[in-house]
């Protein structure tokens, strides 16, 4: 009898684990379509973002992260660097109650991978093609960060790190 109900609760588990692989699955395509349509990309590129740890409530920061990179290129991100990141996200509809908004200010107080920022940028240079009014808001938008804080009273410094940055960023991102 312990036998039986040994191989019979076996059997549960695994029924269980395929049932939970599929509504894992079943929610990852769907978060996978959200952000294909939110983003106006394939599924591959969203894939990718989902990866990333995007979803379809936080995947409206993603042109943001080369902003924060800028920021971090110093070893911090200072007030006036947070103060202008938070800036271009309010201005592209990011509210402070928001998921993105969690996700964004995440990404500013604990300092993403290089990794994380290379990956990152694979996908926004793939959204950007063909889209210059983005590119172009992109570049002022990493710019007002560099600017935001150093020289006196935070007026017209960027780092030499910052600089070296946005250099390899305007390549990275064709900008």
């Known amino acids: 009898m312990s036998e039986e109900k040994y191989a019979h609760d076996r059997d549960q588990e695994k029924i269980d684990k395929i049932r939970r692989d599929r509504q894992l699955n079943a929610i990852q395509a769907e978060e996978r379509e959200g952000i294909a349509h ?3 990309s394939t599924e591959s590129i969203a894939e990718e973002a989902l990866a990333l740890g995007f979803d ?4 409206r920061i993603l042109h943001l992260v ?3 990179q800028v920021a971090w290129a110093d070893g911090a991100v200072d007030a006036e660097e947070k103060t202008a990141i938070l800036a271009a996200a309010s201005k592209n509809g990011v509210d402070e109650s928001s998921e993105a908004y969690e996700f964004l200010s995440l990404l500013i107080t604990h300092q993403p991978t290089k990794t994380f920022f290379d990956r990152t940028h694979a996908v ?3 959204l ?6 983005k590119r172009d808001e992109i570049l002022k938008d990493i710019e007002g960060v560099a600017q935001a ?6 007026m ?6 910052e600089r070296e940055l946005i250099t390899e960023l305007k390549s990275i991102l064709k900008l």
């Open 38 to 40: 939110i983003l106006d």
């Open 56 to 59: 379809k409530k936080t995947v």
């Open 66 to 68: 080369p902003l924060i």
């Open 124 to 126: 926004i240079a793939n």
């Open 128 to 133: 950007l093609e063909n889209k210059e009014a």
């Open 149 to 154: 804080s150093g020289g006196l009273f935070g």
């Open 156 to 161: 017209g410094k960027i780092s030499t790190s």
